[in-house]
């Protein structure tokens, strides 16, 4: 298949738009084929005397469409769709849509890495964690944990958290899931029918919103600004008929933001007034930089579902969160819980409790904490020094923060430009439901250093000084790299 | 609510079906209400001058229809149902059905306990686990375990399983999932859509029905005889248009069935004719006590989906299985996975990948194979011995033995008397579609110590020989205890 465009300079859709409109249709109409390999970057950019970096835009767009896939060190190749294939049983026939388009993350070496929410493993407290791990292997429960257990988890556990949890009460009950993300799974199942409205905030993690995709639900998006979540967009959200709303009040991923008390208190009147159901999502409130700690939803009305986990405040690879609700609330995803995987691996859950138990766990978050704060002071000081022209909102807590690029730049685009300069991040458009927010993009930063924050943050503020002078959309036409 | 129910002695319709009738009827027009206690069965049975077994039977059927539930200690309470409950948030209204109804298992302590297929913690080699487990503990790649890991599975033991497998050719690949169940959750999120047409074995294992039924599949049932899943009966359910087929050839749960290899062969060339895709439910095969292995679907045909696990060769307490699939299946089961849970926990897999790869899986295996042996031997002596006039195929390999009491008896409504006599098991109801199954029961023996199992048996026996003489339709009016 020979690729000729006609790329027209004058139009004011960027040449890299207009390459990736005109592969696009090459896909569609079956001129490039599933599996079909795209030429090299190098290769097309020789061929049609364009920059390279244009080429890669292209590309960028059509994978973050889900048209294309790239694999690491063979070329970009077209996805099957349905409707064409050639084995004997025609697999992207029986198979689903893809439940999650486009989120690819390239991961290079030496490259400073922004684009996941996670803890630093540099920070694991390794030597305290497997002196705990020890003594469970060591006990004399160790024949029943190996055992099937109770899909509601492990006992102790369960009692521990719930002891711990300020704002359980005696109408309340719990559920260990694989980390907050099953949590969300599991609710979305007890809750959900195609159809029902759920009102979520926008920019969105995407393992939420692909969730409740996946299920048929329709999804309303609430604004998040500074003070989080919009109350404006959540009245209008709960006219339409959202049945469920989902919040993260404290250090909102991908945002950062924190919904303030007096909001928080306006939040529980108007679902209630609206008999929706409201899940707090509260993984991140611990991991708190400055400022005092909002209320929880859940102390301020008691129907509230809370998700917590140990994924954020400890180690995401031992897969460990809960639901905190009220009975049969908890009843019924217990059964969807036993549905899903019989249970929760034990032994992890035994290892988290004697870590909790022993006041490991509080002193690993003391120095989180205490780490996050430098790390966010580091992420203040180098916007303000690089970011001139972007519009963001320094979190006082968290994992992540949010920021704007603004002058119509779009993120998505940039992305492979940035990680040649040698950084990546999430671009905004991962988080969208209905707006565009093609301009924003996610910094997690709490995973890295504090100079790798100073450097990536300088390389990003450079990158996008270098496209807003160079207009991002001519970049192949002025040559700029 | 003053219970009279008019009962006739002469009717065809047993009395503890009437009771039982009457009481659905209270229930379901809303004289009973949600969350009201029932008569405990000793003050209902002096009040209508019934035997108290009676009434234990009529309740069996009511909590097995989900319309009750018992709490220990406290009694039986009518279930909540859909448009009536005091709460502010209308919890019963807002969630969905319940995906599991009625499994409720007695665990009484000293109890013979049959209900549950898992193996026996008394042979867990703890002491060798212990070892693999602190080695990983005290690696150098403690860190990364702990860190976010991939959705596909902790590399290592991806690879390990991959050579370890017989079946798997160069076009598959595999994803590591939290057991069988999540992979069954998976696939099912990737193959299946409301309406799709399924064909299972029937008796089935109800994890398996109940994930099809939540996800709005049709079901079709494949009976299964001494033989495995009967030719015809797939026939008829693929020319119904059956698109998917999971089938479980080596000693099935309930039946401890294993379908012969020709048939197997046939199997693969109608599925194939038809069209549709094939799951290969492989987690008991490895337990095989006599006989030669049969040959596995996936090796007769590369585009079967295997599924594999640690729960039934090792410990179900650790969840760990996987899907050994063409490369396009695992792509998207992957992306299942990761919206499900992010990913299976990393240590456990770290842990289970050593205690292969030292060679302590094969030598536990080989131990639960020639305790497996012993055990299957004590169940073909007891049924010999007790179950005169039952029905049964003594399995090769595996956990399971089923029971056809006959007689039109009614293992469910013998449960409750099984129970007060020493044992339990699972009543054949629990494991239908469409066939009602009522006289047919699941043993599961592998669990319990050979003199447990000849004890268990006999018990069964005198149980069945006991309903069998005073008719159990009507032992309240023969004072049957």
Not at 197 to 220: Q, S
Request: glycine share 10%; charged share 20%.
């Amino acid at each position: 298949m020979e690729i000729r465009p006609e790329l027209n300079p004058d139009s004011k859709l960027p040449i890299y738009r207009q390459l990736g409109e005109y592969l696009q249709n090459l896909i569609e109409s079956g001129s490039l084929r599933p599996g079909e390999r795209l030429p090299p970057t190098r290769e097309l950019a020789g061929h049609l005397g364009l920059n390279r970096t244009t080429i890669s835009a292209a590309y960028e767009m059509l994978e973050s469409g889900g048209l294309i896939y790239g694999e690491v060190g063979r070329g970009s190749f077209v996805r099957p769709a349905p409707g064409r294939a050639p084995e004997t049983v025609n697999w992207s026939y029986a198979l689903a849509q893809s439940p999650t388009p486009s989120a690819a993350a390239s991961s290079r070496a030496n490259l400073i890495n922004f684009s996941s929410s996670r803890p630093s493993e540099r920070q694991f407290p390794i030597d305290q964690f497997r002196a705990c791990c020890r003594e469970v292997l060591d006990g004399p429960e160790m024949r029943s944990l190996m055992q099937l257990g109770s899909p509601a988890g492990y006992e102790p556990l369960r009692q521990y958290l719930l002891q711990r949890s300020s704002v359980a009460r005696e109408t309340d009950d719990i559920l260990i899931t694989n980390g907050c993300q099953q949590a969300v799974d599991l609710l979305r199942r007890a809750l959900i029918k195609p159809g029902t409205k759920v009102a979520v905030e926008e920019p969105v993690y995407p393992g939420l919103k692909n969730l409740f995709v996946e299920a048929g639900a329709e999804l309303l998006g609430i604004e998040v600004g500074p003070d989080g979540a919009d109350l404006y967009s959540l009245r209008v959200a709960l006219e339409a008929g959202a049945k469920l709303v989902v919040l993260t009040p404290s250090f909102q991923n991908p945002t950062g933001a924190t919904i303030p008390d007096a909001a928080r208190r306006q939040i529980i009147a108007m679902t209630r007034a609206a008999g929706a159901v409201l899940i707090e999502n509260d993984i991140y409130s611990e991991l708190i930089y400055s400022g005092t700690p909002g209320e929880r939803l859940k102390s301020l009305y008691p129907n509230v579902i809370l998700l917590g986990s140990f994924s954020k405040i400890a180690f995401p690879g031992i897969r460990c969160g809960w639901i905190i609700a009220p009975k049969p609330v908890i009843a019924r995803v217990t059964e969807f819980k036993q549905l899903a995987d019989l249970h929760t691996d034990q032994l992890s859950q035994a290892f988290l409790l004697r870590f909790a138990e022993l006041g490991e766990l509080a002193a690993h978050q003391k120095r989180m904490v205490a780490a996050g704060r430098e790390k966010v002071r580091a992420v203040a000081d180098a916007a303000r020094q690089h970011l001139e022209g972007c519009t963001y909102s320094i979190p006082n807590g968290g994992m992540n923060l949010w920021v704007d690029l603004g002058d119509g730049l779009d993120a998505a685009a940039l992305r492979g430009l940035a990680q040649r300069a040698g950084i990546d991040y999430m671009p905004g458009r991962q988080f969208s439901i209905a707006r565009p927010l093609d301009s924003g993009l996610r910094l997690s930063f709490v995973g890295l250093e504090v100079d790798e924050i100073s450097r990536g943050i300088e390389i990003l503020g450079s990158v996008v000084r270098e496209a807003r002078t160079s207009r991002v959309g001519d970049m192949a036409l002025t040559g700029w790299v």
